[in-house]
């Protein structure tokens, strides 16, 4: 197959993380014969620093035209203090508007060598598998007004929660249809007690839920879901909720088994090319010191591969690289807890690659792991 993919590296590590991603992603073009091809674009801070805006028309043109997207990460402190039409994060938030990328997928799996990583004990997060359905293009992030006010002689602010009830079919309907195909359960998370649009959401979640009678259906206020999240993860299988509350969620469910970089994402469109990134942000204290995780934007690869293009098995390989790189004892600093030499950024890329590229030995994994 060919196929067009557009990387945006952004700021920070991004550049670095972007990196391992392309090349794996190449390793496992000349592995299976497919020709994928990269064009880069710009986005954040960088693109702020050069064209002005954190994401020029030129770069939404560009991804429009691609068949899936690979971003890095954007930010950093060095733009902190601009108006918020020119932080680099409006750039984010402006492509997911602009391709349409109304769903985040967040999945967060156990990984029995990097145990000792996470802050729980291994008793609560063993064979953790769950998959965040995140509500990217609606809620407080894109409701208007967003502004300061001033309301009978007082300063004041309003941000808007604002949501299409198709906008919450869509994605909760995306959710089920996940779980069929996984542990069959999709807890839902409101704060209905309080927020209407939270009542909306649970009516519509009952619903989409007749249409699937074979996936059980729970709702849990948001509070809660941060509690149980912790005490009982494994309680989990597919988590959908609206924008605001994902982003905070699936932070937390990132670093359940190991750290925040190793957490992929996918963001779908409904009609366009999707994106791929990691959830880790820029980093900008450890940027350009070659020690970040690419491991997370390699992951993004994995789904791009699987979710985009359809192919199960190159995406199956490049998780059993990595996998196969943990079980071999190579660490980034990040996870690298209980090992004195870290491997960089790039020494942990050309295990993976070499890994991708080695078929004998990945036939042989892939049977160990399946
Ligand atoms: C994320 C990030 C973004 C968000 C920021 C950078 C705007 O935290 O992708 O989760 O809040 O969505
Ligand atoms: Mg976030």
Known sequence: MEKRIVVLPGDGIG??????????????GERFGHQFHFTYGSIGGEAIDTYGTP???????????????????????KWDTQPP????????????????????????????????????KKEYIENVDLLFVRELTGGLYFGKPSERVEKDGKEAVVDTLYYQKSEMQRVIKLAFELAEKRDQKVTSVDKANVLESSRMWR????????????VELEHMLVDNAAMQ???NPKRFDVIVTENMFGDILSDEASVLTGSLGMSASASLSEDGPSLYEPIHGSAPD???QNIANPLAAILSAA???RLSFGMQEEAKAVETAVNQVLDAGYRTKDIGRSVNNYVSTSEMINEVKAMILDHEAIMHIMEAYS
Do not use: W
Request: aromatic share 4%.
């Open 15 to 28: 550049k670095e993380v972007t990196k391992g991603a392309v090349e794996v992603l190449q390793a496992v």
């Open 55 to 77: 994401l020029p028309d030129e770069t939404i043109q560009h991804c429009k035209d691609s068949d899936a997207v690979l971003l890095g990460a954007v930010g950093g402190p």
């Open 85 to 120: 039409h020119l932080r680099p994060e409006r750039g984010l938030l402006k492509i997911r508007k602009e391709l349409n990328l109304y769903a985040n997928l967040r999945p967060t799996s156990y990984y029995d060598s990097l145990a000792e990583n996470s802050p729980l």
């Open 203 to 214: 009516e519509v979640a009952n619903e989409i839920s007749e249409q699937f009678p074979n």
């Open 229 to 231: 999240l912790v005490t």
């Open 286 to 288: 450890i940027a350009g």
């Open 303 to 305: 789904m791009m591969l």
